[in-house]
């Protein structure tokens, strides 16, 4: 099961956890249409705030025209919305804020084969993402290089265990999602942190080919 969580409502009460609006995903088509990395990457910068086609295809790396061609594709299948003003590549979008699930329950022959593609996808961007920060690291002032954590590790549970392992981890990640849709709750040294969990069945793993 994975859940990438692009957004949430703030909490109703001042001591309950924030609860994230939730959409399953169970038509191959949808998933079809999510599995790009340009989509990827552009819901990931929408998620931090209103951009229009032009500015989004600075902090991508892709055209203006690419960048529009696949706003309106996410649009058509209800992840990004007009946020209102402007026209043309210069009018805003804004990410329907929720999170979104695949990848659970019984899967038909296609519906399998889309979900485990937006899951590589998703997936291979976070590998991305991990690699940049490797790189980079070592210039980043050291209150922040040393403040990162990367846990590897296993143990023996059950199917119910895993389950409430995950609940609580997805709990602690959604702390301060106010923060996201709200930059005044930003403390003033806040700064943009990406996380990645997982928690998955032990099961072979082929061994790698040698091609020297």
Known sequence: MLRRVSSADKPTAPDEAPRLPQR??????????????VRIRILEELSLGPATATELAERVGESPANCSWHLR????????????????RRRPWRVIMRSHEWGVGEEDA???VASDALTRVFLDRQNEVLHAWIEARRSLPPDWRDAYFLNQGGNWLTAKE????GEAIRALLVRHVDRITDPAA????????RFLAWGVPAVAVPPTSDSS
Do not use: I, S
């Open 24 to 37: 399953e995903l169970r038509d191959p088509t949808v998933l079809r249409a999510l599995a790009h990395p």
């Open 162 to 165: 895993l389950t409430e392992l």
């Open 186 to 193: 930003r403390p003033p040294e806040a700064r943009l942190v």
């Open 110 to 112: 296609d519906l399998a």
């Open 73 to 88: 594709q996410l649009a058509k299948y209800d992840f990004v919305e007009e946020a209102g003003g402007g026209t043309g």
